[in-house]
């Protein structure tokens, strides 16, 4: 069955301290992983796509991987205004339809 | 316009009430896509438009939701005789390119509360 797992549900920082967001999948023939951050009362807003294991991307403060397994988000000196639910989402194996994580609620403290 | 455009940004229905959630995508954008979320939780694929075909409606959770596109831009999200488990925002999202795993586009989410 494909899934797409989040972790950790929440995660609080101090500014400046970096660390990293997980996105565990397990669909048959990865087209693509799709990270959105979402702050409150707001759609998604589009991040970064990868498509193959070892690709990497880059966007300001945030880095995301991919492995043939999982992605990582990691976030380097994180500042306030990233406090928002970082998603992560892949298209199903048979239909294609995209299926996100639950997501990870980050708060950065000052 | 400069993004995806949804309204109403809250709709408060009595149960039993039909509703109707309109959604502007962003313009040449062939693809369009409902999700519906709860608090929580991530996004859940409702249906999926190429242009004004619908070619994926296997999320729509029952035969009380109906959605359109019948011009291949706009598009209405129809749910008939709402229930409470209908709460949820509607997320509408487009993009450019055809196909369901494409980046896409969101608005900001129609907030329906079901009282």
């Known amino acids: 069955e494909d899934q797409v797992t989040q972790s950790p549900e929440a995660l609080r920082l101090q500014e400046g301290e970096s660390s990293s967001l997980n996105c565990s999948y397990t669909?048959?023939?990865?087209?693509?992983l799709f990270w959105y951050r979402q702050d409150p009362g707001k759609g998604p807003e589009f991040l970064f796509t990868?498509?193959?294991a070892g690709e990497e991307k880059e966007k300001e403060r945030l880095k995301a991987t991919l492995t043939k397994k999982e992605s990582f988000l990691h976030i380097t000196a994180p500042k306030p205004e990233d406090s928002a639910t970082y998603l992560c989402a892949v298209p199903g194996s048979n239909t294609g339809k995209l299926i996100f994580g639950q997501g990870t609620t980050l708060q950065v403290k000052p | 316009g400069a993004g995806v455009s949804q309204s109403p940004r809250y709709k408060v229905a009595k149960r039993g009430q039909d509703v109707a959630l309109r959604c502007d995508p962003i313009s040449g954008h062939v693809s369009l896509f409902w999700y519906q979320q709860a608090l929580g939780q991530g996004p859940e694929f409702l249906t999926y438009f190429q242009n004004e075909a619908q070619l994926d409606k296997s999320g729509l959770p029952s035969d009380r939701f109906f959605a359109e596109r019948p011009e291949g831009s706009v598009s209405t999200l129809k749910i008939q005789r709402t229930q409470q488990e209908d709460s949820a925002v509607y997320l509408c999202?487009?993009?450019?390119?055809?196909?369901?795993?494409?980046?896409?586009?969101f608005g900001q989410g129609t907030r329906l509360t079901v009282v």
């Open positions: 669909v048959s023939g990865l087209r693509g």
């Open positions: 999202a487009s993009s450019f390119r055809g196909g369901m795993n494409t980046e896409a586009f």
């Open positions: 990868l498509y193959s």
